[in-house]
């Protein structure tokens, strides 16, 4: 495509902050875009899927609620955890405690007020600005382990991306948009999405293309150009 503009493409992201496929997901994707860098320009909009909806504001202990949700051993539980690492750092993202000291539990938080928070960072500021919540999202919870359920933390990474730290306060309480992302979300299990991260790709001429978990950079660049050579064809 030497000579033409780049295809535009619209990604919506349906993910949970809680959710290291969704992280590695991203990685990967990152590695495709830059592969079709001067061929496809991609701009990127997170979408609400909360994996544990009913989730205590007390959380719970990682490995205790997988081994109970999953059924699963301890033992398998640590290969999972070892093969998540290794596929994570080939992706260029990371999913290790970097804070000093010794590490504290492994946690599972609500993350609907995590969600409000990023519904609101798209409609305020944008899709760039909502991506940086998100990565910074997902730098707390998986290398910093902080509570990304807890309202003051929230409001600390919300300013930390540059948004205003007490309209972001007036929207976590705002229950209008708590409504809209409950909606998102069953809009997400109306689309048959049941698992997270979900991609769904779409042309400047309409049409849409679903790309369900985490695949390898090579599965993206595939689709993606599916899609920008579909949006051609169409115009």
Not at 40 to 66: K, V
Not at 134 to 143: D, E, I, R, T
Not at 180 to 208: F, L, Y
Request: aromatic share 6%; net charge negative.
């Amino acid at each position: 495509m030497t000579g033409t503009a780049p295809q535009r493409l619209t990604i919506d992201i349906f993910s949970d902050v809680m959710c290291p496929w969704c992280l590695i997901g991203y990685g990967q994707l990152t590695k495709a875009l830059t592969q079709l860098e001067g061929e496809i320009e991609a701009q990127l909009r997170w979408r609400p899927f909360e994996l544990n909806p009913d989730m205590p504001a007390s959380g719970e202990e990682q490995e205790a609620h997988l081994q109970r949700k999953y059924r699963r051993s301890a033992a398998e539980g640590e290969a999972v955890r070892g093969q998540m690492k290794a596929i994570a750092d080939s992706a260029g993202v990371s999913l290790v405690y970097e804070g000093e000291g010794e590490a504290p539990p492994a946690m599972m938080w609500n993350t609907r007020a995590a969600h409000k928070l990023l519904t609101w960072a798209l409609e305020e500021a944008g899709p760039r600005v909502q991506t940086q919540l998100k990565l910074a999202l997902f730098k707390a919870h998986f290398n910093e382990r902080r509570n990304v359920s807890d309202e003051a933390v929230l409001l600390d990474i919300a300013a930390s991306v540059g948004l205003h730290r007490e309209a972001a306060k007036a929207a976590l309480a705002d229950a209008d948009l708590e409504a809209r992302v409950v909606a998102e979300e069953r809009q997400a299990w109306d689309m048959n999405i049941s698992g997270v991260p979900a991609m769904i790709v779409s042309g400047a001429t309409g049409g849409k293309f679903l790309i369900p978990g985490a695949q390898s950079p090579e599965t993206y660049v595939n689709a993606l150009r599916r899609v920008a050579e579909k949006s051609v064809s169409v115009a």
